[in-house]
């Protein structure tokens, strides 16, 4: 795991979230979860790019409801 990525990772808001590395589309993105009374849910995506060991951009698109339906793929790695 790149030093920065525990940055982004490590906040946590007042509601109940978790978030995980995965893919959209390809891309490197961090999935944003919310718990709803089934269990936890992907919610949203922030696409990442990184350079050198750092964020390069940041796109959080946590506003955009639309984002997420409509990747094509999204791959979520097994936690441990």
């Known amino acids: 795991m790149l030093a920065c990525q525990n940055q982004l990772i490590g906040f ?19 999935i944003d979860f919310r718990r709803d009374e089934t269990g936890w849910k992907p919610h949203s995506i922030v696409r990442i790019e ?20 409509a990747a094509d793929s999204l791959v979520i790695p097994p936690t441990s």
């Open 12 to 30: 946590k808001p007042k509601w109940q979230e978790l978030e995980n590395l995965g893919e959209a589309d390809g891309e490197p993105v961090i």
């Open 50 to 69: 990184i350079s050198e060991d750092r964020f390069a951009r940041i796109a959080d698109y946590v506003f955009c409801s639309w984002v997420l339906p």
